[in-house]
Nanobody, 128 residues
Framework: QVQLVESGGGLVQAGGSLRLSCAASGRAFQSYTYTMGWFRQAPGKGREFGAAISWSGGSTYYADSVKGRFTISRDNAKNTVYLQMNSLKPEDTAVYYC???????????????????WGQGTQVTVSS
């Protein structure tokens, strides 16, 4: 079993920055065996893809809506994935979730159905 815990959310003004963290743990969890993703969900909307990173960190993927503003990274020694969010906009307001899926999954990283494990989410609110 894998546990994911997000942190780093909060209230920020438009144009500001936040750094989210997702700490993974669990019996025999090995970070390098999982692809990780960040999704977000605004009230009344579905879970939307934000960014994903391969098990090695060698490949990253971004939604068009965040490309150039958000950066995903990981530290496998710490079992932690990060999402650096710059130039935040009010439309970035949502609950942000991290997900994990085995590295050999062939399903698209942009789809929430691909992921096996989820954290509880962290709220990000961007004021105008």
């Amino acid at each position: 079993q894998v546990q994911l815990v997000e942190s780093g959310g909060g209230l920020v003004q438009a144009g500001g920055s936040l750094r989210l963290s997702c700490a993974a743990s669990g019996r025999a969890f090995q970070s390098y065996t999982y692809t990780m993703g960040w999704f977000r969900q605004a009230p009344g909307k579905g879970r939307e893809f934000g960014a994903a990173i391969s098990w090695s960190g060698g490949s990253t993927y971004y939604a068009d809506s965040v490309k150039g503003r958000f950066t995903i990274s990981r530290d496998n020694a710490k079992n932690t994935v990060y999402l650096q969010m710059n130039s935040l906009k009010p439309e970035d307001t949502a609950v942000y979730y991290c997900g994990a899926v085995g590295r050999f999954s062939s399903s698209p990283v942009q789809s929430p159905e691909t992921y096996t494990y989820w954290g509880q989410g962290t709220q990000v609110t961007v004021s105008s």
